[in-house]
């Protein structure tokens, strides 16, 4: 059972950045896909990132595009999500996610709130 662990998430005013990490029990596998998803209250949780752990690769949802940048740390175990130009409809509870498929989690975290004033 693989457990993850989110933190950085926090109140910020519209326009400004937060960071927020992830950290893997055990170490990915070049064949996982580390994703970070979002849900707003009643809406169902939609896709933000993803990255292909062995190749690097990233992947995003056309609504951060060109705002959030999702990275790794190997050494840890760990990926980030930097994110800039946050606007209030950012708002949600972030959620990572361990799976072998972009858009898709197999294991999840318990979540990190982000919300965004105007």
């Known amino acids: 059972q693989v457990q993850l662990a989110e933190s950085g998430g926090g109140l910020v005013q519209a326009g400004g950045s937060l960071r927020l990490s992830c950290t893997a029990s055990?170490?990915?596998?070049?064949?996982?896909?580390m994703g970070w998803f979002r849900q707003a209250p009643g809406k169902q949780r939609e896709f933000v990132a993803a990255l292909r752990w062995g190749r690097g690769s990233t992947y995003y949802a056309d609504s951060v595009k060109g705002r959030f940048t999702m990275s790794k740390d190997s050494a840890n175990s760990a990926v980030h999500l930097q994110m800039n130009n946050l606007k209030p409809e950012d708002t949600a509870v972030y959620y990572c996610?361990?799976?072998?498929?972009?858009?898709?989690?197999?294991?999840w975290g318990q979540g990190t709130q982000v919300t965004v004033s105007s």
């Open positions: 055990s170490r990915p596998l070049s064949s996982s896909v």
């Open positions: 996610g361990r799976g072998t498929n972009i858009g898709e989690a197999t294991f």
